[in-house]
């Protein structure tokens, strides 16, 4: 069964920094793009950063680019996210994707095109 399991969530003043992670479990098939996402009350799901991993390339919502790092360690299966200068804008339950197959990197923050989804960290930015 495909698991994937964010920790590192929490609370946290602005400008300050945290790290999440994500455990890839499970998969037998290597996975091309990772992502984080992220839902605040209200709102809908959108894309925070991704990597197409059989690349080796990242991409980074405007919102979040030169604040916030994506990578994935091959040998521990885990993706992370290093979010530094966080803004109470920040806030937000925040989601790791997957998915095993190619596809247009222009498609990557759509939620829609990831088959697997972890249960959410929470994200709390106090001004």
């Known amino acids: 069964q495909v698991q994937l399991v964010e920790s590192g969530g929490g609370s946290v003043q602005a400008g300050g920094s945290m790290r999440l992670s994500c455990v890839d479990s499970g998969s037998h098939v290597p996975r091309q793009f990772m992502g984080w996402f992220r839902q605040a009350p209200g709102k809908e799901r959108e894309g925070v950063a991704v990597?197409?991993?059989?690349?080796?390339?990242?991409y980074y919502d405007a919102s979040v680019k030169g604040r916030f790092t994506i990578s994935y360690d091959n040998a521990k299966n885990t993706l992370y996210l290093v979010m530094s200068s966080l803004k109470p804008e920040d806030t937000a339950m925040y989601y790791c994707a997957a998915r095993g197959t190619r596809m247009d990197p222009n498609l990557a923050f759509r939620p829609s095109m990831y088959t697997d989804w972890g249960q959410g960290t929470q994200v709390t930015v106090s001004s």
């Open positions: 990597m197409y991993i059989g690349a080796g390339a990242t």
